[in-house]
């Protein structure tokens, strides 16, 4: 059973921090290199081939299926896509001392990571000088930390529009069920339309299927964590431990290595990008939010707040300032695959993007992104 309500925080009650600590250190066989975004240089540690620890499972391409796969998704064969006995418990935080987490623990060279402590409710945070880059706090996407390249947080050319869905796949509670995948991957077949889908560990876990049927259809699958935490609260071992199931799941279940992620609510600074990077992560935020998460709906207990007609004024705003020539930027926005209002807010809405926007995957709207697999 999914934990809607643990899905839905918002982000503006996410706790405060942070006081500087030691960190225990230990090497990595990654080698230095330099990686530019935005045109910075950064000479951090960045993994330059498929990380070495996760386990070696079939690849079958990415290249999407033509005609692109819909209806009815196919669950008989789980056992053959995944072993769910190698996991761990759905919507938990990980054990740090599992031996396979503990492999890629050891393979971060911690002085490359910043010596913040984990945030917590009564720490406090100068979010002028904002010295950690906290996304929650200061909207910072250009880190302090000398090793770690810049967020992508919009579409660099006027005119592009980066669809992101998140906290999929969306599993059907019950036969009945219209709303669960394939739904929203059938609708954007229709309309010849992919996407950058932030994938929740815990939810490929307990529906591998959707996330073959993903990347059969061309969408570009991201890692938003294994069970949708605060990434900031959490220890570094911890941080690692989120990251790596979920890169574990996804490749296990479609062949591929993903190399891009988004945190949950945004909640990122230094410290967790330096462990994500080393990873071989790219952070990608938004800098557009439909606020279809705040819709009252089973994913958030009904205690959403937001009304349809506010929701609506948003994507009619994005759609005037386009029209209007106000934009100076491309955009990357803000949706997700959680719920019955969400899909309904993607189905209502995208055939209106689509003819006022070039409506693109992310990593094809933002050049400084690597490839999103290190498959190729």
């Known amino acids: ?171 059907p509670q019950n036969p009945e069920d219209v709303w669960g995948e394939p739904r929203l991957y059938d609708f954007l077949a229709k309309h010849k339309q992919t996407a950058t889908l932030f994938y929740v560990g815990s939810n490929v876990l307990n529906f591998p299927e959707a996330a073959v049927r993903a990347l059969q259809s061309g969408h570009t699958l991201c890692i938003h964590t294994w069970s949708h935490p605060v990434m900031t609260n959490l220890t570094n071992h911890e941080i690692v431990a989120q990251l790596y199931w979920t890169l574990r799941v996804i490749k296990e279940a479609t062949g591929v290595t993903t190399r891009c992620w988004r945190p949950p609510y945004g909640d990122v600074d230094d410290r967790v990008r330096a462990i994500a990077h080393q990873m071989g992560l790219s952070t990608i935020l938004w800098d557009s939010d439909s606020f279809d998460w705040g819709l009252p709906s089973a994913a958030n207990s009904f205690s959403g707040n937001f009304t349809q007609e506010t929701i609506d004024g948003y994507f009619q705003k994005w759609i005037n300032d386009r029209k209007s020539n106000a934009d100076q930027q491309g955009r990357v926005v803000l949706e997700h695959e959680a719920s019955n209002m969400t899909v309904a807010v993607a189905e209502k809405w995208l055939p209106k993007l689509q003819s006022a926007f070039k409506v693109k995957k992310v990593h094809d709207c933002a050049p400084e992104l690597p490839s999103p697999y290190w498959e190729s």
């Not at 990595?28 to 070495?52: E, F, Q, R, V």
């Not at 911690?110 to 945070?125: A, E, G, I, Q, S």
């Open 1 to 171: 059973m999914v934990h809607f309500t643990t899905l839905f925080t918002i982000a503006s009650s996410l706790f405060l921090i942070s006081s500087a600590v030691p960190i225990s250190e230990s090497k990595t066989s990654g080698t230095p290199t330099k990686h530019t975004i935005d045109g910075t240089k950064s000479t951090g540690i960045l993994p330059n081939a498929s990380p070495s620890y996760l386990p070696s499972f079939p690849y079958h391409g990415f290249k999407p299926l033509h005609p692109v796969p819909t209806g009815p998704i196919d669950i008989s064969n789980r056992a053959s896509i995944i072993k769910r006995e190698s996991y761990p418990q759905p919507w938990t935080q990980p054990d740090v001392n599992h031996p396979e987490v503990q492999a890629a623990i050891k393979s971060i060279a911690w002085d490359h990571v910043p010596n913040f402590n984990p945030r917590t409710k009564d720490m406090l945070y100068d979010a002028i000088v904002d010295e950690a880059c906290w996304w929650t706090k200061s909207q910072c996407t250009a880190p302090k930390f000398h090793d770690l390249p810049s967020d992508t947080k919009y579409c660099k050319k006027v005119g592009d529009f980066g669809l992101t869905y998140d906290d999929g796949p969306l599993l």
